[in-house]
């Protein structure tokens, strides 16, 4: 005991117990308070009358720790003897914790367990049953309770129970409640996923070190339990991971993937030009100049006028009644929105420049094949491929186009055409959710939901001029010059010679990657450090270097090309692709080549600015029409997901 304190060891009659008999632990003298505050039932059963005290009115306080005194004249703890909990040398009183959980006006019943999964990692968990449904936000919970309880009674996890678990006699049954992570949807909502390879290696950092399923890029790194120790370890697998070197103060000023991630990218260009020229909106006035990727199909489109290579078809059957005012009146709302769907590209001085038009709600022409019966099927077929093989005129435009095939009174096919001058992948996902947004407005009659746009493509194209430049394009092409100076063309071993010129003539082949192997995939990802792209671009590398023999070649990557907040919501054509060097020299094993993997593909998207086509331009390479410079094999791994269609 410590001084002017005392400890008792005593039986359920609070009688004291003989040597080598076990009883609870109970304290007394100077340093027991009077009470739990607002809690008068709690202390009666805590704060008990002393019989051994001198002083009128002793108090002890049963701790309910257990123990007994050894011969030689020590105490020796035994455990605990009730739900009380010690965490990280705080004692907590579960009810207490609960009691603050149910006085959120969502929570109906609440549950407070310290676990204990993994040997020496204790933490306080939560089980919560909403008053309403069966999803809650654990953010705002928490916050709710931080405001009543101090930080160490703040639970780490909160899980999402439909019902506490009972034992016979209708109590609590603590042991029932399931661990943190075999509930689904557990923090009562779905985790934000990554957006590139940095926050997704270092989600799988978290993930590992966390032991969490899934981490969510916004999630609070302390909010999932981390602390001090486990900060360290995470710096750690950050420098083995990125090759860079973070204070543990980064972790704690930037607690979130998304944040954590900027900090990777800013040390692993340290040194270089700033990329921090704001994307503002610019004026109007005179010709407006296209992107670089722009420039690049603008000037194969004069070499070969009409060619329909660079077309982006989709078809898809709408089944049900369809309104064909309001999905007109909801495609000239996204025409008006994004102007760069209302833009031509022509010639000014010599130069491509874009020319924004004027909008108006553009016709969606119908086509009745109600009439056809069975042949109305093969008959829309037809005209899908007839749309997707009709060219542009990227002078006069328009470089969207609609049809709609009506095939009988409630099912409809819509067929849209976009030239790649004015939209990519992601942007077929953005054009699909305003589409889905606007049409359901517009059928009930309410303006449309969308907030204005900050920005349009051709701010962006002016803004990619100004920034590639001075500086930042001789930091830029300075990195990719050394990466890939001398890359030597890939020889595939084909059945028939490569022709002198690309007729674009191919064939697809598909399959299934089985279910296991995915996993497979993913969690030799999580393991060291990397992502399913980076293991995928290693074995990718290693069959390629099979087949050729070579040991140095180069890989082309497809990217989004959105690293900027103000590009996401913003149709148009940003994607870019980036030339990765496989390196297998010295016979690696293959972790040995996934860490090469690893470490040209993080530090590539750290450089991604610099558009294939100004790289080529600089480098000069020697170029033939049958082979593509740099690289002549493509890895593209498409993570988004496909948008569905939904219209009431």
């Known amino acids: 005991p ?139 919970l928490r916050t709710f309770v931080s405001a009543i309880l101090p930080a160490y009674m703040v639970p780490s996890r909160f899980v999402c129970l439909r019902s506490l678990p009972l034992s016979r006699n209708g109590k609590l049954d603590r042991r029932a409640l399931p661990a943190p992570g075999e509930v689904p949807g557990e923090e009562g909502r779905e985790p934000a996923s990554p957006r590139n390879p940095f926050e997704e290696v270092l989600a799988g950092i978290w993930s590992e070190a966390l032991r969490v399923e899934r981490v969510g890029i916004e999630a609070n790194f302390f909010d999932l339990g981390g602390h001090s120790l486990l900060a360290t370890r995470v710096i750690s697998r950050i420098r083995e991971a990125f090759g860079v070197t973070l204070p543990v103060r980064a972790l704690f000023d930037r607690p979130t993937v998304s944040r954590l991630a900027e900090s990777i990218v800013e040390a692993m260009k340290m040194g270089e030009p700033s990329s921090a020229l704001p994307l503002e909106s610019t004026a109007r006035e005179g010709p407006l100049p296209l992107s670089f990727a722009q420039q690049r199909l603008w000037f194969l489109d004069q070499l070969a006028p009409g060619n329909t290579v660079y077309n982006v078809p989709h078809a898809v059957v709408l089944t049900g009644a369809l309104d064909l005012p309001s999905l007109g009146r909801s495609v000239g709302e996204i025409v008006r929105r994004h102007e760069v769907l209302r833009t031509t590209y022509g010639v000014v001085g010599g130069e491509p420049a874009a020319r924004i038009g004027g909008w108006e709600a553009p016709a969606v022409p119908v086509v009745d094949l109600g009439g056809l019966g069975a042949a109305a099927a093969e008959e829309t077929r037809r005209l899908a491929r007839a749309e997707a093989r009709r060219s542009f005129d990227l002078q006069r435009g328009p470089l969207l186009r609609l049809l709609v095939v009506r095939l009988g009174t409630a099912s409809h096919a819509l067929l849209s055409t976009m030239h790649h001058i004015v939209s990519d992948g992601w942007s077929t996902g953005i054009l699909v959710r305003e589409l889905s947004a606007l049409y359901g407005a517009y059928l009930a009659g309410r303006a449309s939901p969308l907030p204005e746009l900050a920005i349009q493509y051709a701010d962006f194209a002016a803004w990619q001029r100004r920034w590639l430049s001075g500086e930042v394009l001789a930091s830029q092409l300075g990195y990719w010059k050394e990466q890939l100076a001398g890359v030597p063309v890939l020889d595939l071993p084909t059945d028939r010679p490569r022709p002198a010129q690309p007729s674009f003539l191919g064939r697809n082949h598909s399959l299934v990657v089985p279910q296991a192997l995915c996993e497979g995939i993913r969690e030799t990802a999580r393991r060291h450090g990397a992502t399913p792209f980076i293991v995928l671009m290693a074995v990718y590398e290693a069959l390629l270097s099979r087949y050729t023999g070579q040991l140095d070649f180069g890989i082309g990557v497809p990217i989004a090309g959105r690293d900027r907040v103000e590009t996401e919501n913003l149709i148009g054509f940003f994607v870019n692709t980036l030339a990765m060097r496989a390196n297998l020299e010295g016979d690696p094993v293959f972790l040995d080549l996934l860490k090469r993997a690893r470490e040209v593909a993080l530090e590539a998207y750290a450089h991604q600015e610099l558009p294939l086509e100004r790289l080529v331009q600089e480098l000069a390479p020697e170029r033939t029409l049958g082979q593509s410079p740099l690289f002549q094999v493509v890895l593209a791994f498409q993570e988004t997901a496909r948008e569905a269609v939904s219209l009431p």
């Open 2 to 140: 410590l001084a002017n304190s005392r400890v008792y060891v005593l039986d359920r009659r609070l009688s004291p117990t003989p040597c080598w008999v076990s009883g609870e632990l109970y304290v007394a003298g100077a340093g027991v308070a009077r009470g739990y505050l607002g809690r008068p039932e709690l202390t009666a059963s805590r704060f008990l009358p002393d019989p051994w005290s001198v002083e009128p009115g002793g108090r002890m306080y049963a701790t309910g720790d257990l123990g007994r005194h050894r011969p030689e004249g020590v105490l020796e703890f035994l455990g605990r003897d009730d739900d009380q909990l010690k965490l990280r040398g705080y004692r907590i009183e579960p009810g207490e914790v609960e009691g603050a959980l149910r006085r959120h006006p969502e929570v109906a019943q609440a549950a407070v367990v310290g676990r204990e999964d993994e040997p020496g990692d204790k933490r306080l968990v939560a089980y919560v049953v909403p008053r309403a449904g069966d999803r809650f936000s654990a953010p705002e």
